[in-house]
């Protein structure tokens, strides 16, 4: 039901979702931006740890070219048991450099070319 549209480059552009059941008919189609702030955890999600055993591991703010990490922030672990914003930092410390490199980065018509 859901389909990745990739241009010339085998780069994903756009995502297609379309459901025809006589009950449910739905369709719609996103878009999908080059660049992404995010954030991982030491394992990036692939070592079948626990939520308490992440939240006590180390994590990094990335920046994505699609699939490929192309910048990344030091590994940080939370200062004490009250820093719930590590990631919003990270995500932002990201976000900050993408600001700074391609500024029209949440634009998903921008840096194809």
Known sequence: MCSILYDNKGRKRASIFYKAAFY??????STIQ??????????NWKGGLTYQERDKG????IVKDQDEI???TEWETKKNKYDHFLTDRLRTAAANWLNEHY??????????D
């Open 34 to 43: 080059r660049f992404t702030a995010e954030y991982i955890p030491e394992d």
């Open 103 to 112: 500024p029209d980065w949440n634009d998903a018509t921008k840096y194809w």
């Open 24 to 29: 449910d008919t739905r369709a719609d189609i």
């Open 70 to 72: 192309i910048w990344q």
């Open 58 to 61: 180390k994590w990094a703010g």
